[in-house]
């Protein structure tokens, strides 16, 4: 056991390493095989999740695990930067999700990619987002979680732009990084404030820069140096990181157009992992964040309005890959909202049952549009429940699970509505309950439109191949059964409670003894699902009658607010062409007049004085004579000039 | 006695300036060429005034004659009929070349009369000997030839040695450098 | 006034930078080649005199001036016969025609 804590380094250093083979291997024609990229990819992997399970089991097994190791990489005088790895029940349990998620969907990747021309860079850079990922995970200070947080970014976009000949993926490429580099920046700008402000502190503490482990006493001392408005902006730096990532009100937009990637893609890092980063950052700077009440209260109404806002959006998307886009910023909504109100515990259990019953979610979708040969308008769906039953069945259980009907996501969300309710948060809790409602409706409405009823397309079905419903199924097994594990009724492998391992402060375990709540929420979400049912279940359909339409009539604008995505990428459109282009546009001048005219300047006056001396060089032996003797007589003078004056 | 050597010295460093800088500004190459030799013969002449009769004779047969014949034969293998056009540099080249000349030699004037005015009066000043009694003797009845010699010999042996054999270097390259190329135009 | 070593130190510099005039004025290479000769025996009769006024009894002045004239004598040969050399190829004396090192 002891092996696998010390040896934790290997997790994240053999997919670069892999990542290094296949990126060599391809560029230098050594090898056609794809599947020894798989193998590499996968089996790097898979180590990694061996050693993951090892690393759970003995954080489960030692109460308050808390390895670190840092390797020295600059050590100025009093700060000393470092890369390491640090290994808590957190990161155990973030490990964990990563690498079997990315297992299975790297399995599965090898079946939806098999006809691709780019089956090897996809690999590469699929195992270059492993890497940078579970290096995220493993970090030990601020500085290197950065590092590997643009790295994340960096994979996400080359993986977004994967089809870069089709000009929507590489503007959803473009997209998706420029609105991540505004979070970053503000998430620079947070490090290297609070770092001004703790400055001293780590000066003289002598502990690694930036360390998480002590960076609560760190943010205090810059909470009284930076005064308490100061410390808010901040934190609000800080938290613009994890609003891009996780795409958050208002920097959420770049999710739904990332769908233009592959679609395993999605599922591992749109919807499992990467969009969950923020999140893992959040839990990790939770101390400093704790700090500035002000801050948390806007993190808590952020991720309450984008669960509301992209559940709205969710309603009336018929590509079914943007319902689930939203529907995953909806869910990471709930994640923030938690950690918002202090339910850090809920937060990162709904982060991991998410995770799950997400990737499966996509994966099914992944396998319906590969087997109805790209066809991702769920208009020409439908009836497909008979013709691939195991993904219909799994995608229902995801269903379920995502709705808080059943399985693990009733659990996750229970214990965020919970403590909702216990914080006397009943504004947040209301719009959470009727964002339950929706996510319910919403999931029925796509599972019914796309499983039942009869079959609307023309494309011609084949059926998905075994590499493909596998995982699959493999995949239904923890999104069915780890909030049940988790949720403090069973002891299975030897902690009661997700709260009672991954924690802030010190375990709240509080008894869900008030059943007001679940059954609450259920009856809510079980309302959805008749909704989703009466409109969309061909069988239902006999039992209402003609009002709908009158209803329809109605609710248009709302209709048009939803299907439009609340205009908010119109509006940035507008707020970019008549305010940002126009002023930089002005700036402009300053930078081609001014900045390139001096540097031209430079350029031109060195060219000309270069020119000048190479006068000199002409080729003719007197003149360089006459050139050394001048510069003789010159020192000479000089000489006498020091020694006599 | 002294007024004679001054007036020797006069009329000889009269002679080496007039006919060097006649050998420079002659038009005609070998007009210059015969200017040299004038300097040359009076340098041999000042050699004399300096108490160094060997070397007055070797830059007779060394220069006046051996390299004169050498600059000659080089002039009749090289000269054309519009040689007379290469006379002076460009100008901006000669201006300079005034102001380089000109300044060295007043660094020179400057150096050489700071330090060795008072040379004769105070040669102690100087880490140099007197010479001997013996030595004079010996100027006055056989020159310096046999001191030169015993130098080359004695002390001096190995540059001696090493002297010759750069000559015998000296004659084969030079006979190799000059020979005319037929090589290349069978290889091609 | 009595004869002493400045004036032929005077002598010699005059000399040397005549020669060094000659250097760089000159666009004949043989007249480059005498104008260096001319250096040289300026040098000599500094050694001469110093020898003549410093050193009589061992004359090592004059020993030098004697390796210099057969240095010099290797040099112009050498010079000549380099001389000859690039007149085989360019059909030139003139030193403007030679400047292929040029930058």
Request: proline share 2%.
């Amino acid at each position: 056991m002891e092996f696998f804590i010390n040896n934790v380094w290997i997790i994240p250093a053999l997919p670069l390493w892999s990542f290094l083979s296949i990126l060599f291997g391809r560029a230098l024609n050594v090898y056609e095989n794809k599947y020894i990229s798989l193998a590499l990819t996968a089996g790097s992997t898979f180590i990694g999740f061996i050693f993951s399970i090892f690393i759970l089991f003995y954080c489960i097994n030692n109460a308050g695990t808390n390895h670190q190791y840092d390797i020295l990489w600059l050590d100025t005088r009093d700060l000393k930067f470092s890369i390491g790895w640090l290994v808590d029940n957190l990161a155990a349990m973030m490990l964990v999700v990563v690498t079997s998620i990315s297992l299975l969907i790297q399995v599965y990747s090898h079946g939806y990619m098999e006809q691709d021309k780019g089956y090897h860079r996809f690999f590469a850079y699929l195992v270059l987002f492993n890497f940078s990922m579970l290096a995220l995970v493993l970090s030990t200070n601020l500085f290197q979680a950065y590092i590997f947080w643009e790295l994340v970014g960096v994979s996400s976009y080359l993986l977004i732009g994967f089809w870069f000949n089709r000009p929507s993926a590489a503007q959803a490429a473009k997209k998706a990084f420029i609105i991540n580099r505004i979070g970053d920046f503000g998430l620079l700008v947070g490090i290297l404030a609070l770092l001004f402000y703790s400055l001293n502190w780590w000066a003289n503490s002598q502990n690694t820069l930036l360390e998480f482990a002590t960076l609560g006493q760190a943010g205090s001392l810059a909470l009284v140096n930076a005064g308490p408005v100061l410390f808010g902006f901040l934190t609000l730096g800080l938290l613009l990181g994890p609003i891009a990532k996780s795409a958050q009100i208002p920097l959420h937009t770049w999710l739904a157009d990332a769908m233009e990637g592959p679609t395993p893609i999605s599922a591992l890092i749109h919807a499992a992992t990467m969009v969950a980063a923020g999140v893992y950052l959040i839990a990790r700077l939770y101390p400093v964040f704790e700090l500035s009440p002000q801050t948390m209260t806007i993190m808590a109404w952020v991720g309450g309005a984008t669960a509301f806002v992209a559940a709205t959006i969710a309603i009336t998307q018929t590509d079914i890959k943007k319902c689930l886009a939203y529907s995953t910023c909806s869910q990471l909504g709930y994640m923030i909202l938690a950690m918002g109100i202090g339910a850090y515990s809920a937060g990162l259990f709904h982060l991991m049952t998410h995770a799950y019953f997400k990737a499966m979610l996509f994966l099914c979708s992944g396998a319906v549009i590969h087997s109805l040969a790209d066809q991702q308008n769920m208009k020409y769906m439908g009836g497909l429940r008979k013709k691939m039953p195991i993904v219909a069945y799994t995608y229902l259980i995801g269903t379920l699970a995502i709705s808080g009907l059943l399985f693990s996501g009733f659990w996750s969300k229970e214990a965020i509505l919970s403590s909702l309710y216990t914080q006397g948060e009943n504004l947040l809790l209301v719009i959470a309950l009727i964002t339950a409602f929706m996510t319910a409706y919403y999931m029925f409405r796509s599972y019914f439109m796309t499983f039942e009823g009869e079959y609307r397309g023309h494309a011609r079905f084949h059926k998905p191949s075994k590499v493909m419903t596998m995982p699959l199924i493999i995949l239904a097994v923890p999104s069915a059964i780890t909030g049940f594990i988790f949720s403090g009724n069973l002891n299975l492998i030897g902690i009661k409670s997700f709260d009672s391992f991954v924690f802030y402060g010190h375990a709240l375990h509080e008894a869900h003894t008030d059943l007001f709540l679940p059954i609450c929420s259920l009856i809510i979400a079980l309302l959805g699902f008749l909704l989703a049912g009466i409109i969309y279940w061909d069988k239902l359909k006999s039992l209402y009658c003609n009002c709908f339409d009158a209803i329809q009539r109605y609710t248009i604008p709302l209709y048009r607010l939803s299907v439009n995505k609340w205009y908010f990428d119109d509006f940035y459109n507008l707020l970019i062409k008549y305010l940002i282009l126009p002023i930089s546009e002005f700036i402009s001048i300053f930078d081609k007049y001014i900045i390139d005219g001096f540097v031209n300047l430079c350029g031109i006056s060195t060219l000309y004085k270069g020119k000048a001396i190479s006068l000199l060089q002409n080729g003719n032996v007197q003149t360089y004579l006459v050139t050394a003797l001048l510069s003789f007589i010159a020192v000479i003078i000089l000489i006498f000039l020091i020694f006599i004056i | 006695m002294e007024v004679l050597q001054l007036l020797f010295f006069g009329m000889f460093a009269l002679v080496i300036v007039i006919s060097a800088l006649g050998a420079i500004f002659c038009r005609n190459i070998v007009h210059s060429i015969v200017s040299l030799v004038i300097t040359f013969l009076s340098i041999s002449g000042i050699f004399i005034l300096l108490n160094a009769d060997f070397l007055a004779i070797t830059q007779i047969i060394i220069y006046a004659v051996g390299i004169t014949i050498l600059l000659i034969f080089s002039v009749m293998f090289t000269t054309t009929k519009d040689d007379n056009k290469l006379w002076l540099a460009f100008a901006p080249r000669t201006l300079l070349a005034f102001v380089v000349a000109g300044s060295l030699f007043i660094l020179l004037i400057f150096n050489i009369t700071n330090k060795f005015t008072d040379f004769n009066k105070n040669p102690e000043s100087f880490i140099i000997k007197a010479p001997k009694e013996s030595t004079i003797e010996l100027l006055k009845e056989q020159g310096t030839t046999p001191i030169i010699g015993k130098q080359l010999l004695t002390k001096y042996v190995l540059p001696f040695e090493v002297l010759s054999i750069l000559l015998l270097g000296v004659i084969i390259g030079a006979a190799v450098i000059a020979k005319k190329e037929n090589n290349n135009s069978q290889e091609r | 006034m009595e004869l002493g070593l400045v004036h032929y130190l005077i002598l010699a510099a005059i000399l040397f930078c005549i020669g060094i005039l000659g250097v760089i004025i000159s666009r004949n290479i043989i007249k480059i080649l005498i104008s260096i000769e001319i250096m040289l025996n300026a040098v000599n009769i500094n050694f001469a005199a110093f020898a003549n006024f410093g050193d009589l009894d061992e004359a090592k002045g004059q020993v030098f001036a004697i390796f210099i004239m057969a240095v010099a004598a290797a040099e112009i040969a050498l010079g000549l016969a380099i001389l000859i050399a690039c007149y085989n190829n360019r059909h030139s004396v003139d030193i403007e025609d030679y400047t292929s090192l040029k930058g």
